[in-house]
């Protein structure tokens, strides 16, 4: 049998064509709907298009020099790769640039403004309702390894939304979303993306496909197995919070809290980045932080319980906690 002239000459990334000398590229191909699968396909016969093999020309080994992007090695991670995940199989190394020098992921979302995270919430809870709580990592802006929770969290409080923090340096146990992670950049490509918009505009399309299309279940599509999760039927809107919510519940969560700190030589301590006075005969000593949700103050303690100091909580207030200035930047 004669060999396809197209399957000589497929980049990675991109599917073969037996049918004719051409190339598609994966995102193109998931994304028209008489694609890969149909309706009434189940995801045991889906089979993801097969990609054609590198030709013995171009090297897989790292270039000596990479400009743009880092060359990605195969995975040795533990975990296997869900034979039943789309993608599985893909090879995803190459030694061709990641990204275009016009778009850099790693520049654009190294550091995302708290406020546009936020926005980015409220985004979501308007189309899908509030979760009873959200699944986040320990660093900021969504936590802080075990001390106070940060200006974003105690926003989401006083929406009634709780959070719950992975344990550091397990992604096993949010292997779900980990895994969510990897589909995504299958599915969208971003290697190919010349800007964070296209590869947010290709998200887009691509999730609206793996929830609403995809026979992932049964052959149903995880809208139609669930579709109770459309919404949570908890109501989000910025005129609803302004009206509900609640400091009051911000302030029985900090109840719960008490984090060690230790007295300077000046004899204070910091909360939120914001010096407080305990005096200088506990210098050096270790001490504890707790708020009185009554009285809206700090505590601070000894390691015997004994109360050495109080302190306003000025910092716990209805327009700090809005404003997301609780934390003091220095």
């Known amino acids: ?41 189940s995801e045991r016969d889906f089979r993801p298009p097969r990609v054609a093999a590198a030709p013995a020309s171009i090297s897989t080994a790292p270039p000596s020099r990479t400009r743009f992007g880092k060359w990605t090695p195969p995975s040795a991670s533990p975990w296997p790769t869900d034979p039943k995940s789309v993608g599985y199989g893909w ?15 790693l520049a654009c979302w190294a550091s995302v403004p708290v406020a546009e995270v936020r926005t980015a919430l409220q ?53 779900v979303v980990e895994r969510s992670q990897g589909t995504g950049k299958r599915w969208a490509e971003p290697g190919t993306c010349a800007s964070a918009a296209e590869l947010q505009t290709r998200l887009e399309e691509m999730d609206l496909i793996q929830r609403e299309e995809y026979p992932s279940l049964q052959g149903r599509s995880r809208l139609e197995a669930y579709p109770d999760l459309k919404h949570s039927g908890r109501v989000y809107s910025r005129k609803w919070e302004r009206t509900h919510w609640c400091l009051e519940l911000v302030l029985a969560h900090l109840a719960g809290y008490a984090v060690p700190r230790k007295v300077d ?18 210098a050096g000593r270790l001490v504890y932080v707790m708020l009185d949700p009554q009285r809206i103050e700090w505590l601070f303690t000894d390691d015997q319980g004994r109360q050495l100091r109080t302190q306003p909580a000025e910092q716990i207030s209805r327009k700090r906690i809005e404003t997301l200035t609780v934390t003091h930047r220095r």
């Not at 910091?270 to 200088?280: C, D, E, L, P, Q």
Request: proline fraction near 11%; charge should be positive.
């Open 91 to 105: 090879w995803t190394s190459a030694a061709a640039r990641c990204f275009t020098p016009r778009f850099s992921p």
């Open 265 to 282: 030589k000046s004899g204070t301590v910091s909360v939120y980045n914001r010096n407080h006075y305990v005096g200088k005969l506990h």
């Open 123 to 175: 985004q979501a809870f308007r189309r899908w309702g509030r979760p009873l709580r959200l699944r986040v990592d320990n660093g900021v802006p969504w936590g802080s390894s075990g001390d106070l929770p940060p200006d974003l969290a105690l926003w989401l409080l006083g929406l009634d939304v709780e959070t719950s923090p992975n344990p550091p340096r397990r992604p096993q146990d949010n292997g």
């Open 1 to 41: 049998m004669k060999r396809c002239a197209c399957a000589a000459t497929t980049p990675p990334g991109v599917l073969a064509s037996s049918a004719s000398a051409c190339t598609v590229p994966i995102h193109e191909a998931f994304s028209r709907r008489s694609g890969p699968f149909n309706a009434g396909s």
